[in-house]
Structures are given as C-alpha cells and as structure tokens.
C-alpha cells in the first residue's frame, strides 16, 4: 500500500497502566511560551531517565511516518521527537513492550 510506518518509543514508568488503558494525555509548556498536550515518542530507544527512571519500560507503537511527521518538534540532532495527542496514538495501539534497551 505504500504508507511508510515508523516505530516510535516511549519511556514510562506507567507501563502497566499504559498498556491496560491506552495513552493519557500530559500537558505543559515544554520550554516554550505556551501549554502543549500530548504524549512525547521517539524515533530511537531513548535513554530510561527521560521516562522516569531505572525503573522506567520502554513502550513501542507503529504509526504511519506520514500522520507523525505533523507533529514532530526538532531539538535534537541524537534523535526525532514528537508529541503526539494521546486520543490519536490510541488508535494505532496498544504499544508492545520493547526488547530494545
């Protein structure tokens, strides 16, 4: 069908909660000047302490790179971020439990 798909990763120590009822929504304003709301996914495992901790899962979904790209911030050459909202992730879910670490 030709929809490109990319893995996206998200550390949380809320795992079992995530995985029993989707993605909840966060907000704040994330170094800028206004609130933002999502659920922030990388395009990489990331390192766990961005998720919580030593104690952190990382979490993975598949969506299409062309509904993800909208919503990608650029802040890091070391990987692609996105905050994506959470009502919208669920569709493509549940996310799996990643081997990858």
Same mark, same amino acid.
């Given at each position: 069908? !030709?929809l $490109?798909? %990319?893995?996206?990763y =998200?550390? /949380? @120590? =809320?795992? /079992?909660? @995530?995985? #029993?009822? !989707?993605?909840?929504e /966060?907000?704040?304003?994330?170094? /800028?000047?206004?609130d933002?709301? !999502?659920?922030?996914?990388? &395009?990489r495992p990331v &390192?766990? $302490?961005m998720? !919580?901790? &030593? &104690?952190? *899962? %990382? +979490?993975?979904v598949? %969506?299409?790179?062309s509904i993800v *790209?909208?919503f990608?911030?650029?802040t890091?050459?070391?990987? $692609?971020q996105?905050? @994506?909202?959470?009502?919208?992730l669920?569709t493509y879910?549940?996310? #799996?439990?990643?081997?990858e +670490?």
């Amino acid at each position: 069908n !030709g929809l $490109r798909t %990319m893995q996206l990763y =998200h550390p /949380t @120590i =809320h795992a /079992t909660e @995530i995985l #029993r009822d !989707g993605f909840g929504e /966060t907000s704040g304003t994330y170094l /800028t000047e206004s609130d933002n709301s !999502g659920v922030w996914l990388y &395009d990489r495992p990331v &390192d766990n $302490r961005m998720g !919580g901790g &030593d &104690d952190a *899962v %990382m +979490l993975v979904v598949e %969506m299409p790179e062309s509904i993800v *790209v909208a919503f990608e911030w650029v802040t890091s050459p070391a990987y $692609r971020q996105f905050l @994506i909202p959470a009502a919208l992730l669920n569709t493509y879910g549940p996310p #799996r439990v990643s081997e990858e +670490l």
